[in-house]
DNA sequence: ACCAGTCACCCATAT
DNA sequence: CATGTTGTGG
DNA sequence: ATATGGGTGACTCCACAACAT
């Protein structure tokens, strides 16, 4: 099989067979989310032509539902009207379909647009193509628009829009708004890494069936509309309306929450704080939660911020929450962490944790900008059995790279005998085996581990200087709090010396330790593992005034302090 | 990290 | 005409 | 002086052609 290179021509069923592999899955795997005519739909796609299912195909790849045909010259369909009319006859596209006139403008050349209405758009060469469009909206009919547009060029709507989207969530998941669900193929076939085959569940899907999922995608919906929505009061409050009750599917009510959250940043800025209270109650999310105790304060309602607080610091569902809980409206109190300062002796760099790191190596130390990647890592390779062992309805779509409950607060439990053996091997073995997990799980594509020389290079150096007990007092604060502990980690890995190595997390002139990171800083002093804040100081306006013209200079004078 | 989330930066304000 | 933005494609 | 907290924007794969400005 000719395999997939970049910016060289795909082979010519490489779509086709993309889109074959995704309705043999929903056909055989997820029947039940679809109604009999949609079966026959899919169905009659499945055996459809080469070239109808090859167009389509390539159709899913772009942006938008709406193309001019001119643009749909593909080498591998060969017979394009006959390709059309194929998946018309499907209900899946429709030709010079009505849709709203500016999205079909908009995908004319201004040159053309000044052609085809020369006259209203006289005069008005060197405005912005989008004030064209808004003129010629202004002033003809959508259909009169599109008449005049279809005497020079056709264009081609995909109108299966929501058989599509249902088929792309049961086999992609439901993917990032920034990237095409189908592009997932094209990065794992460019990829050197295998793909894992790991057995999916065959009934039992994130949703129980198709109500769930229609829920689950409005609410998508409903997030990715919420500016339109929030233009219209009305429109918002029966969203709140519907919002106001949990969810059992875990799924669904995270989504639920996630809504109400926005929706209540949304009000708040807008001044509309009983509104923006309602959304903060109804939500289960913890920045939602930390939200509703501010304003209750800022409105000076100090006893329900009291009771709100009681109950944050001892049920909070992050450590986060909890220290929020017991500090607010107080100040964090001081860590523990040791604090480090340099005074520049130059501008302030753009790259503070690049500039940092190249210092310590001038000194002679291994220096890498790592972030979450080390808790990603450790956790990833030591835990590798547990995180991918087969558990009932963790994985339920072909792409899928974490197990689906990972963030679910039952995650561990549901896996504890798998951790207690994982720890048991790692600590029996010591640290090489941080590298034997590397080799024994190399190329298995996962949401922890890059599998790339740099990171291959940064595991040999913490198989050697990083002793096995500060590895799990990591990769264990990640098991038991898989969604907090995957932000705030020290931006710097350090290895002064064999068997000395630090984390650090660099501070430039103004900025502060975030919540998330005080969290990590506090565990890693629990577990004595060796860290500590880097303070850059800027230097003085008088000392930038006087060297300007000099040539840079990078020494960073460096003096420790304890705090 | 299972689906938006992380991070640094800016700036006004509080202590 | 140079530069920036957008979309496509592997 | 330093901390706070609200807000913003870049980034998320990369190369390149077409088009807009
Ligand atoms: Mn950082
Ligand atoms: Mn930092």
């Known amino acids: 099989m000719t395999r997939l290179v970049a910016q060289q021509p795909a082979p010519a069923d490489y779509y086709e067979r993309n889109l074959d592999a995704v309705l043999a899955f929903v056909l055989s795997k997820r029947r039940s989310f679809f109604t009999d005519s949609e079966l026959a739909r899919l169905d009659g796609l499945a055996r459809a032509p080469a070239g109808a299912r090859r167009l389509l195909a390539r159709l899913l790849t772009r942006k938008g539902r709406v193309f001019l045909t001119r643009s749909l010259r593909y080498s591998e369909v060969a017979d394009l009207p006959g390709a059309v009319a194929e998946l018309a006859d499907l209900a899946l596209v429709s030709p010079n379909h009505a849709v709203a006139a500016d999205r079909l403008l908009n995908l004319c050349r201004k040159s053309e647009l000044s052609t085809m209405w020369s006259a209203a758009l006289a005069g008005m060469a060197s405005r912005r193509k989008g004030e064209l469009i808004d003129a010629l ?32 969530a049961l086999f992609f998941g439901v993917g990032p708004v920034y990237r095409e669900p189908w592009t ?38 409903r997030r990715r509309w ?87 610091a001892e049920h909070g569902s992050t450590l986060a929450e909890q220290q929020f809980a017991r500090r607010f409206p107080g100040r964090h109190p001081v860590g523990n962490s040791r604090v480090t300062s340099w005074q520049l002796a130059q ?56 197990p689906l409950d990972l963030n679910w607060p039952d995650f561990y439990r549901r896996r504890e ?28 594509s996962n949401a922890f581990v890059p599998w790339s020389e740099r990171v291959y290079a940064l595991t040999v150096e ?35 010396g064999p068997g000395n190595i630090e984390f650090v997390e660099v501070k430039g002139p103004g900025d ?30 008088a000392k930038r005034t006087a060297r300007t013209g000099e040539a840079a200079n990078t020494n960073a004078r460096s003096s420790a302090q304890h705090a």
């Open 512 to 541: 502060q330790l975030q919540p998330n990171q005080r969290v990590w800083l506090r565990v890693l002093d629990a577990s004595n593992v060796p860290h500590r804040v880097l303070r850059l100081k800027a230097m003085s306006v």
């Open 137 to 168: 909206c202004a002033r003809y009919s959508d259909g009169a628009l599109r008449r005049t547009m279809a005497s020079e060029v056709s264009w081609l709507v995909v109108t299966g829009s929501a058989l599509i989207e249902r088929v792309e």
């Open 417 to 444: 005998t798998l951790f207690s053996d994982a720890r048991q091997n790692a600590q029996d073995s010591g640290s090489a085996w941080l590298l034997a997990c590397w080799h024994k799980h190399h190329g298995l």
């Open 184 to 221: 997932s193929f094209v990065l794992q076939d460019l990829s050197e890494l295998s793909v894992v085959k790991r057995p999916v569940s065959e009934q039992s899907s994130q949703f129980e069936g198709r109500l769930e999922l229609d829920a689950y995608l409005d609410l998508r919906r």
């Open 347 to 402: 501008p302030t760099p753009a790259r503070i944790e690049t500039f940092a790191a190249q210092q310590f190596r001038v000194n002679g130390a291994l220096a890498w900008h790592t972030e979450n990647l080390i808790p990603r890592l450790l956790f990833g390779l030591l835990y590798w059995p547990a995180i991918f062992a087969p558990v009932p309805g963790s994985f339920v779509h072909p792409f899928q790279l974490a």
């Open 462 to 496: 913490l198989a050697a200087s990083m002793p096995m007990r500060q590895m799990l007092a990591i990769a264990d604060h990640v098991a038991h709090n898989t969604r907090e502990a995957r932000s705030g980690f020290p931006d710097l890995t350090v290895i002064h």
């Open 226 to 312: 919420l500016d339109v929505a929030f233009e219209r009061p009305k429109v918002l409050q029966q969203w709140l309306r519907d919002s106001r009750d949990p969810h059992a599917n875990r799924s669904l009510e995270r989504g639920r929450s996630a809504l109400l959250y926005s929706i209540g940043q949304r009000l708040e800025r807008a001044g509309e704080l009983r509104l923006a209270l309602r959304a903060y109650r109804y939500s289960d999310d913890p920045g939602a939660r930390e939200r509703l105790v501010r304003v209750l304060h800022r409105c000076g309602r100090l006893n329900t911020c009291e009771r709100l607080l009681a109950h944050m």
